[in-house]
């Protein structure tokens, strides 16, 4: 692995195109994914100094990932595959890679981070609202508002614990262990995050978010239709209700059925 300086080699062999996942979880992925295609995970954190590497702008970023994508795969075609931040980061790569004249041949974004230059109100909390005005009160309808709600306040109170100690490690000029690295690392990387801003590209692209109500839908369509064209495919995982859902079952399980059905044939 000496190598590469961002690049993970999970999945080595295969006759189709690799599929490069920034960020995310590229490992639990390429255990069940169907096709025949390599499987690399790119990110910083795979290495203990990644706070000493982290790039001021995504465009920078992007770049670095790309040194290591054209070692094992000059040519392309690419297949790209982003979650969260690394949605952007995976969407700067293609902006590049298209630049450069190379081939982007589909690009997924799972919940991409926005800039807040471009920050859009999408009212995700609102979809409770429409789930009891299609379903009515019922003791079932209850009890699935209250589990969500419990799942919401544990994850953030989770979330948020995690990133009082991360900053609390950082501050005492400690290494964080490997199972936290990620929440210092989208720390460091947030300057670059809130700068960034979106330009409009040609690309086969889908995009999946959790659940919203259909003013949210609305605008994330307008948004996405003004940068990547009205072909633009945007997927809402009904029943997911934070971030994090999609790198646990059922949503990671969609995802993988995605991708065996859209883009890995």
């Not at 009205?230 to 969609?254: C, K, R, T, W, Y």
């Amino acid at each position: 692995m000496n190598q590469y300086q961002t690049l993970m080699p999970i999945k080595t062999k295969g006759e189709l195109p690799p599929l490069f996942c920034v960020h995310g979880e590229p490992l639990r992925m390429a255990m069940r994914i169907k096709a025949d295609r390599p499987i690399y995970g790119l990110s910083h954190i795979y290495h203990s100094s990644f706070q000493e590497s982290v790039a001021d702008s995504i465009e920078i970023l992007a770049s670095q990932y790309l040194e290591d994508v054209y070692k094992v795969c000059p040519k392309g075609p690419y297949y790209l595959l982003g979650f969260s931040a690394g949605s952007m980061v995976a969407f700067e790569m293609a902006r590049q890679l298209m630049a450069g004249g190379k081939k982007v041949e589909y690009l997924v974004m799972v919940e991409p981070s926005i800039g807040k230059r471009e920050k859009i109100n999408t009212k995700k909390t609102d979809a409770m609202k429409d789930y009891i005005q299609t379903v009515g009160w019922t003791p079932k309808s209850i009890n699935y508002l209250i589990y969500r709600a419990y799942k919401s306040l544990i994850s953030r109170t989770f979330t948020l614990s995690k990133r009082i100690y991360v900053s609390l490690l950082l501050s005492m000029g400690k290494d964080l262990p490997e199972n936290l690295r990620w929440l210092g690392y989208l720390r460091a990387l947030g300057p670059a995050i809130n700068k960034y801003k979106y330009n409009s590209i040609n690309c086969r692209a889908t995009l999946i978010y959790r659940d919203m109500d259909q003013d949210g839908r609305d605008m994330v369509h307008s948004m996405w239709s003004e940068i990547l064209g009205p072909e633009v495919e945007i997927e809402f995982s009904e029943g997911a209700a934070g971030h994090n859902d999609f790198m646990e079952d059922p949503h990671l399980s969609n995802l993988i059925l995605l991708l065996d059905n859209r883009i890995m044939k």
